[in-house]
């Protein structure tokens, strides 16, 4: 077999056991370079595809690379540059054009007896670390309904998955089964419909009974129905009914269930009585590895150096990403043409809250002194030690990244340092951050601890 056909053998092996989105994302664009004396070399298109390869994928890399050709010891993956892997792998527009209008069109689509959205499926679903349980769990779900955790309740802050993770439970399972009743809606719609037949003096019977008649109930942000005693009461009765027949119960929440406050104690006790799982907040990786996703498809995808600076500046909500992307190829669609990283980062500082945060140089150096762990005034001499001139250089880069600081201006906070230092520090950083994904972690972590105090 050659090494083309071999790789292509590997693929589909890793293929049935990743999700489509993570697919796409990490193995697009791996060839088989080599094997020379039973080392296998893979390139990969960029240095966050090899990473990923080698933290996450290695083993099951190697695993169908040996299942294929026994001879094979060890993997090493190696980058491939920019230009040779455009020219072999560039499609033409026009189908990529179809692709982005076959996706917008498919999110109006909303299946009216289940309420789900047939855009919200486990295929385009990324999993990082950051919700790698809650992922794990709703998959399970879908192949042992009612058997295994009920309910199954899944929490986490805004933007973070929860409504597209909830809808991929239904869809999947609508799939697997079409005969099965699934309805997905929101606690708050719960209530308005139980509120209005109350106030018209309605029975509720055709209320209960389509509710109870399901084999499967998805209720989103159910932290709503807190305090509505009418409406905890209805619902704590459409639970018992569907629990005791077997039938499954997902919710999502915006916190763990002891954390909603007015909750009536006998609900509360039901969601904590199977499996609670969170959504945390997406690493680096995850976040670019979403963006990529998000792009796959699109006519004029955003450059690599683009998406990793959103990916660097957006951290903490998935929502939030998509609307820069939404956002950024709407300028672009206006300008006609790419737009440079200048753009880029002028386009996002509008939406950013971090540029209304008071926060002075002085808190800037003590949290770079304090993160790296070195003396403060330590940023200020004349040390040219290793550990002390990357935070040295790190608080410059902070300085005129986020302030808008001059060069002249941060020399002189640095301990009376000349521009052309200042500089120096600026661009020392920014190029290493193409490249180092460890420094973009801690410079999130810095400007975490920087905004949020
Ligand atoms: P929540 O309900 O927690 O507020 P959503 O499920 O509405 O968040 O997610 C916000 C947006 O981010 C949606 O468009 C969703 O498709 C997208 N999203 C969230 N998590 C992921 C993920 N792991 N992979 C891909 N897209 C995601
Ligand atoms: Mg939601």
Known sequence: MNHKDLWKQVLNQIELDTSKANFATWFQNTNLESIDDGRAVVSVPNAFAKEWLEKKYHKSIVRALRGQANSIRSVGYLISSQKDFEKQHVKPNS???LNEEQLEFKEFSVDRETNLNPKYTFDTFIVGS????????????????????NPY????????????????????VKKRNPILKI??????KFMNELISLIQNREPLNSFKEKYRNVDLLIIDDVQFIAGKAKTEEEFFHTFNVL????????????RPPQAIPNLEERLRSRFEAGLIADIGEPEYEARLAILKSKISGSARPLS?????????????NIRELEGALNLLNAKEKVKEAPLTL?????????LSARSQRVVSTQQILKVVSVFYNIDERDLLARSR???????????????????NGSYPYIGQKLGGRDHTTALHGYDKISKALKKDAKLVEELRLIREKLYKS
């Open 95 to 97: 189908k990529a054009a």
């Open 130 to 149: 950051f919700n790698e349980l809650a992922h794990a769990a709703a998959l399970s779900i879908t192949k042992n309904l009612g058997a295994l955790y």
């Open 153 to 172: 309740f899944i929490y986490g802050g805004v933007g973070l998955g929860k409504t597209h993770l909830l809808q991929a439970i239904g869809n999947e």
């Open 183 to 188: 309805l997905y809606l929101t606690s708050e």
């Open 243 to 254: 629990y005791e027949n077997g039938k499954q119960i997902v919710f999502s929440s915006d």
């Open 304 to 316: 690599d150096e683009v998406l990793e600076y959103i990916a660097s500046v957006i951290q903490k």
């Open 342 to 350: 200048d753009e880029v980062k002028n386009t996002l500082n509008q």
């Open 385 to 403: 030690k290793r550990e002390i001139v990357k935070p040295r250089q790190v608080a410059m880069y902070l300085i005129r990244e986020d302030f």
